[in-house]
């Protein structure tokens, strides 16, 4: 069983930064894969922040764009999210995701418990 770990939440002020990590716990042999951030805030829809996939492409919510980045190191299973100039409406709960494709059929999804991020004026 693959278990993701998130990490490096906290409180911050209006206009600072923060730095996310996510460690999945095996390594996979996966045809394809892809490492992804969502977050949740109270009372509104989870919702998909940024990706990074095996190619190194990356994807990105309009609202984060030019503020945060995505990156990856595959060696050591992880995933990170640099954000900076953060806003209150990024005040949530951040979710990790690894999603691996093993062809030809066959998809694993596997999600982290989360790490708050709060951001105050």
């Known amino acids: 069983q693959v278990q993701l770990v998130e990490s490096g939440g906290g409180s911050v002020q209006a206009g600072g930064s923060l730095r996310l990590s996510c460690a999945h716990s095996t390594a996979m042999r996966c045809t394809s894969d892809e490492r992804s951030w969502y977050r949740q805030a109270p009372g509104k829809e989870r919702e998909f922040v940024s990706s990074?996939?095996?190619?190194?492409?990356?994807q990105y919510a309009d609202a984060v764009k030019g503020r945060f980045t995505v990156s990856q190191d595959k060696a050591k299973n992880m995933v990170y999210l640099q954000m900076n100039d953060l806003k209150l409406d990024d005040t949530a709960m951040y979710y990790c995701?690894?999603?691996?494709?093993?062809?030809?059929?066959?998809?694993?999804?596997?999600w982290g418990q989360g790490t708050q991020v709060t951001v105050s004026s």
């Open positions: 995701r690894y999603v691996c494709r093993v062809w030809p059929l066959t998809v694993r999804d596997y």
């Open positions: 990074v996939d095996n190619t190194d492409t990356t």
